[in-house]
C-alpha cells in the first residue's frame, strides 16, 4: 500500500469516527457515557495507529537510506572487481562460476557473458585436474584460504600456467556458500624458470662430477664455485668456545663457496653422499647464462639463511627444533603418505648444532614430537614430519 492512499485512509478513518460519535450521542435507545466510552477506545486505538504509521514510515526511510548505501557500495565493489589486473572468479563450493571479471575472460579466452553456468574444472589443464578436486575438497574440510599453482587451458588449448588463490566467501564454507578465486598468470615467469633448469642441467652435464661421501669436509677454493648435483652439504662456522654453528644447508642445483660468504671460518661437510660440479669466476663473468643461474639459485640460499637466522633468534628450544624440522621439509623433503620424509638421515648432534642447544635436549624434543604424533621414523631410520592437516 502506498504512504499517501494509507495516510488519507487513516485521516478518513478518523473523520468517520468523529461523525459516527456525534451520530451516536443523539440515539436515545444508546446511554451517552456508553458511546463516549466506545468512541474513545475507538479514538485511542485511532491514534496507536497514526503513531504505528510514522514509525514505519521512519523505518522505511531508514531502509532506503541503507539500501542506497548498499547499492552504492555493491557498484563500487563491482567496478573494483570489474578492474582487478588478475583474473577473478566467483563460484559455487561446487565450482560452477557465478561471476568472473574481464581479466579471466581474457585468460580463458573467452567472452565474459558466456562463463557463468560453466564449470571451473573445464578450464583446467587435464593433468591437473586431480590436483584441483583434491585442493577444492580441502578448502571444504577446513573452510580457509589454500595457495597453489594450477596450468589452465583456455577455449583455443592455449596452457597457461597460473599461481591460485581461494578462499570461501564467508566465515566457514557451508553447502550452498560461494568460493572466490584468483588466478595470477605466471606463464613468462615459468618459462624463465624452465629455460635455467635446462641450462643447469646442461652446466652439470657438460663438467666432471666430484662425488664427496657423507661426513667428509670439501675443499673450497676462493676462485671457484661448487654447485651441487645431488645429495646436502652442510655449510657452518664455529663460535669463540668452538661450538659449531649451522648457517646454511645446500640441496641439489644450489651453489656455495668461499666467494660467496665474508666469514673466515667457514666449513662446508657432505651430510650425505654428494656429487659436485665447479665453476670458476671467470666463466660466471664471460658466460652471462652461468651467472643468472647462480644469482637464482643463491636468492634460495640467502631466504633459507634469514629463516635460519630468525629460527636462532626463538627463546624457546622446542620451537626452534620444530621450525628447523618445518625447514628441512621444505628444502629436503619429499611427500609419502604419512606427511613428508627427510630424504637425509640428521644426527642429532646435527640437529643440535642448528638449534644452538645440547644433543641430549634434542633427543629428548624428538621423543616428544613421536609421542605427540608429529614425527615418526620409517624403517630406514629417515624423519617423517606428519602432515597436521590430514
Not at 87 to 101: D, F, M, Q, V
Not at 273 to 294: G, R, T, Y
Request: negative net charge.
Amino acid at each position: 500500500m502506498k504512504k499517501n492512499g494509507f495516510s488519507s485512509q487513516l485521516t478518513a478513518l478518523n473523520g468517520r469516527l468523529t461523525e459516527l460519535f456525534n451520530k451516536a450521542t443523539t440515539l436515545p435507545s444508546i446511554p451517552s457515557y456508553l458511546a463516549s466510552d466506545a468512541f474513545k477506545e475507538l479514538s485511542f486505538a485511532s491514534e496507536e495507529l497514526q503513531v504505528a504509521y510514522e514509525q514505519i514510515l521512519h523505518q522505511n526511510s531508514e531502509l532506503e537510506r541503507v539500501y542506497d548505501e548498499l547499492r552504492s557500495a555493491n557498484q563500487r565493489y563491482r567496478a573494483i572487481f570489474e578492474l582487478m589486473p588478475e583474473a577473478y572468479l566467483i563460484t559455487s563450493a561446487s565450482g560452477k562460476i557465478e561471476e568472473a571479471n574481464s581479466a579471466a575472460a581474457q585468460l580463458l579466452n573467452i567472452q565474459q557473458q558466456f562463463l557463468p553456468g560453466k564449470m571451473l574444472s573445464l578450464f583446467i589443464h587435464p593433468e591437473d585436474r586431480s590436483t584441483f578436486y583434491l585442493e577444492t575438497s580441502r578448502i571444504h574440510r577446513r573452510s580457509h584460504k589454500q595457495e597453489w599453482q594450477l596450468r589452465f587451458r583456455d577455449r583455443l588449448g592455449e596452457t597457461h600456467y597460473t599461481a591460485v588463490t581461494v578462499a570461501p566467501l564467508g566465515e566457514s564454507l557451508n553447502e550452498g556458500d560461494r568460493l572466490l578465486w584468483c588466478v595470477r598468470n605466471i606463464t613468462e615467469q615459468k618459462r624463465a624458470e624452465m629455460a635455467l633448469t635446462a641450462s643447469l642441467a646442461e652446466i652439470q652435464q657438460e663438467r666432471p662430477p666430484h662425488i664427496y661421501d657423507k661426513g667428509e669436509i670439501i675443499p673450497l677454493n676462493p676462485h671457484t664455485l661448487w654447485l651441487v648435483c645431488e645429495g646436502l652439504v652442510k655449510l657452518s662456522t664455529f663460535c669463540e668456545n668452538n661450538d659449531e654453528m649451522l648457517i646454511g644447508l645446500v640441496g641439489a642445483s644450489m651453489p656455495f663457496g668461499c666467494h660467496l660468504t665474508a666469514l673466515n671460518i667457514y666449513q662446508a661437510t657432505a651430510l650425505s653422499e654428494v656429487k659436485l660440479v665447479s665453476i670458476s669466476m671467470s666463466e660466471l663473468s664471460a658466460f652471462p647464462i652461468f651467472a643468472q643461474v647462480i644469482l637464482n639459485q643463491y636468492n634460495r640460499r640467502l631466504q633459507q639463511t634469514e629463516l635460519l637466522l630468525a629460527n636462532f633468534g626463538r627463546r624457546n628450544v622446542e620451537e626452534r627444533l620444530w621450525n628447523l624440522l618445518c625447514l628441512l621439509k621444505e628444502e629436503i623433503g619429499e611427500p609419502v603418505a604419512e606427511g613428508t620424509r627427510l630424504t637425509v638421515r640428521l644426527t642429532h648432534q646435527d640437529l643440535a648444532n642448528a638449534c644452538s642447544t645440547s644433543r641430549v635436549t634434542v633427543t629428548r624434543l624428538l621423543n616428544k614430537f613421536r609421542q605427540d604424533n608429529r614425527l615418526i621414523c620409517d624403517r630406514h631410520h629417515h624423519l617423517i614430519v606428519v602432515n597436521s592437516q590430514l
